[in-house]
């Protein structure tokens, strides 16, 4: 190496704590903000903060609101969310976040303190071993024992958060590390051996693939959330038009597909369309992209799609195939890669009677709902709000009948225009993330769409709302009750109803003033547009209560043990 190149390096380097390598290195990943709340075993880098304006850090009111948001903001954008959290209980208030991002392959990087070096093991004050806690609900866990190793580890977890299934990576600081010095200087090009990320394409699985269609006569693409995560819209939408397949998406996969289009059958599932599950169920080809056959989605295992002679898979993690439903035809690989490669081979299959077929089935039996003058429906609020904002919004929702409400009657038209939880179904969610998606998204309208009862799990999130002035539109359908809970009591438990009340909940436009938010409620259809146009035409956040009927049920529905096309329609019968 000659002197020149040695003298730059040298003056490249500088001695600095670990606090203030980590900063940098979040800073050379890209992170434009990290949510988090401080505490005493990760204050030597809250005091790192306090110098560098350039390192954008929300504080939360609770852990859980910090790494909800971070998953917002990353499901929105597509790039890592990043947040930190104490030692102890603050480490441990974040799990149930960890596990949901884990859940729907989000990625983040969680930074955790612990208690110094010296006294870990010994039951120290906040001590945690979050490490072991948390290693079935992340990708991958680091334990920083010596400073020297931190930029590698940050940058090797940013890496393996977002490439091949992405999901959350935790790096634990203790204490005393985040205070020891190190001779830093820029991050070299990263190299992890025996990880490689995306596998290599199997082109002689796809080419099977593309045969099969070709001979199909009653084909459905089932498309889940990986077509979003990996950017695939646009080669999915590319294969639909070449190859004629209607499209059944899941919760998480909506938005990868135009709810629009002339082969979109909607959600299937547990609460799906009609059109979507009853093709699904007499489909002579499934193909399954990005989405893990999960028990929402097929219901009975052994009633799923009877009819099908093949089931491919597309998916990038070799674990999901054949971990459900029995696979044909496996196609592994990065769904945007292997989608392309079809793209260039892909041909129409023999569908043209089973497109009309689905075709009726949807206008037979489409999603509605009994109106009325005189209550306000939730369904309504829902329609009215797809309306006027045509579908462009991003939407969060909390967990619950508002979820599917959400789910069955906005229509959306883009991806990652959806924040939901899937796997974990995470009340207390939608708040937050929302939060996070203004943050990624500061020039798009943000709808965080609530319960009564998830609302109340992350309400002291409005601080930040008020205080940051964060513009989003937080939307909740009161209807004084758990609504799924109470509806599945109805359903399945001959209506004995147990410890579902929430009439003792705080008055939401009163709770939001408190905040220095504006609050604002409706119980009419005349009500309901008057507030959400005002909502729309404020500046900064705005709170809506929607007071909606408790009886209200969400339809259809498949009750668990039963198959897909054991639909209850509800009103329509």
């Known amino acids: 190496m000659g002197k020149e190149r040695i003298a730059s390096m040298e003056q490249q380097q500088e001695w600095i704590t670990g606090s203030e390598v980590l900063l940098r290195c979040l800073l050379e990943e890209g992170t434009d903000c990290v949510f988090g709340y401080p505490g005493g075993n990760v204050l030597y880098i809250y005091d790192a903060m306090v110098d560098r304006p350039d390192f954008k850090h929300i504080l939360t009111r609770h852990e859980q609101g910090a790494i909800h948001a971070a998953d917002g903001y990353a499901r929105s954008t597509g790039k890592v969310g990043v947040c930190i959290a104490t030692s102890g209980p603050g480490a441990t208030n974040l799990i149930t976040g960890i596990a949901t991002a884990y859940m729907d392959s989000v990625p983040l990087v969680i930074i955790t303190g612990n208690v110094s070096t010296a006294v870990i093991g010994t039951d120290a004050f906040q001590e945690a071993d979050i490490i072991?806690?948390?290693?079935?609900?992340?990708?991958?866990?680091?334990?920083?024992?010596?400073v020297n190793d931190l930029p590698r580890m940050v940058h090797e977890a940013f890496h393996i958060a977002s490439t091949g299934r992405k999901g959350p990576v935790l790096i634990d600081i203790p204490k005393d590390v985040s205070n020891h010095k190190m001779l830093?200087?820029?991050?070299?090009?990263?190299?992890?051996?025996?990880?490689?990320?995306?596998?290599?394409?199997?082109?002689?699985?796809?080419?099977?693939?593309?045969?099969?269609?070709?001979?199909?006569?009653?084909p459905v693409i089932i498309a889940g959330g990986g077509v979003v995560y990996s950017d695939a819209s646009s080669e999915l939408l590319a294969f639909v038009n070449t190859t004629r397949i209607p499209v059944a998406t899941t919760l998480l996969g909506?938005?990868?597909?135009?709810?629009?289009?002339?082969?979109?059958?909607?959600?299937?599932g547990h609460h799906g369309t009609y059109a979507a599950n009853m093709s699904v169920q007499h489909a002579d080809l499934i193909i399954s992209i990005g989405s893990r056959f999960d028990d929402r989605v097929t219901m009975k295992v052994d009633g799923f799609a009877p009819q099908a002679k093949r089931i491919a898979h597309i998916d990038i993690d070799p674990a999901e195939i054949g971990k459900n439903v029995k696979t044909d035809i496996a196609c592994i690989g990065d769904i945007k890669a292997v989608l392309e490669y079809a793209n260039t081979k892909a041909r129409p299959a023999k569908s043209s009677r089973w497109i009309e077929e689905a075709q009726q089935r949807s206008s037979e039996y489409p999603l509605r709902y009994k109106d009325s003058e005189t209550e306000l429906k939730p369904q309504y609020v829902l329609e009215m709000i797809h309306q006027t904002t045509e579908g462009n919004a991003i939407i969060t929702t909390d967990v619950g009948q508002h979820q599917m409400w959400t789910a069955q009657f906005y229509k959306f038209n883009h991806p990652r225009s959806l924040v939901t939880s899937g796997g974990l179904g995470t009340m207390g969610f939608g708040f937050p993330a929302a939060i996070g998606a203004q943050i990624g998204n500061p020039d798009r309208l943000v709808i965080s769409i609530n319960g009564d009862g998830g609302m109340q799990m992350c309400a002291q999130e409005l601080a930040i709302c008020a205080i940051q002035n964060i513009p989003v539109k937080i939307v909740v359908l009161n209807n004084e009750v758990l609504g799924m809970v109470r509806q599945q009591q109805e359903l399945m438990y001959e209506r004995r109803y147990s410890q579902i009340e929430l009439a003792g909940s705080p008055d939401f436009v009163k709770l939001a003033k408190a905040y220095g938010v504006k609050g604002?409620?409706?119980?009419?259809?005349?009500?309901?547009?008057?507030?959400?146009?005002?909502?729309?035409?404020?500046?900064?956040?705005?709170?809506?209560?929607?007071?909606?009927?408790?009886?209200?049920?969400?339809?259809?529905?498949?009750?668990?043990?039963?198959?897909?096309?054991?639909?209850?329609?509800?009103?329509?019968?």
């Not at 072991?132 to 010596?146: E, G, L």
């Not at 409706?522 to 705005?542: I, N």
Request: charged share 25%; net charge negative.
């Open 132 to 146: 072991s806690m948390t290693m079935p609900i992340t990708k991958h866990n680091y334990f920083v024992r010596d």
């Open 184 to 218: 830093y200087s820029p991050a070299d090009k990263l190299s992890l051996r025996g990880y490689g990320g995306a596998p290599s394409l199997n082109r002689e699985a796809i080419d099977q693939l593309i045969e099969a269609i070709a001979e199909s006569e009653k």
């Open 254 to 268: 909506l938005g990868g597909f135009p709810s629009g289009h002339d082969l979109c059958l909607g959600m299937m």
């Open 520 to 573: 604002l409620r409706a119980a009419t259809k005349t009500e309901a547009r008057r507030v959400w146009q005002e909502a729309l035409d404020t500046a900064g956040p705005v709170l809506v209560e929607f007071v909606i009927p408790r009886e209200e049920n969400v339809y259809p529905m498949v009750l668990g043990g039963t198959t897909l096309d054991q639909l209850i329609m509800g009103d329509f019968e």
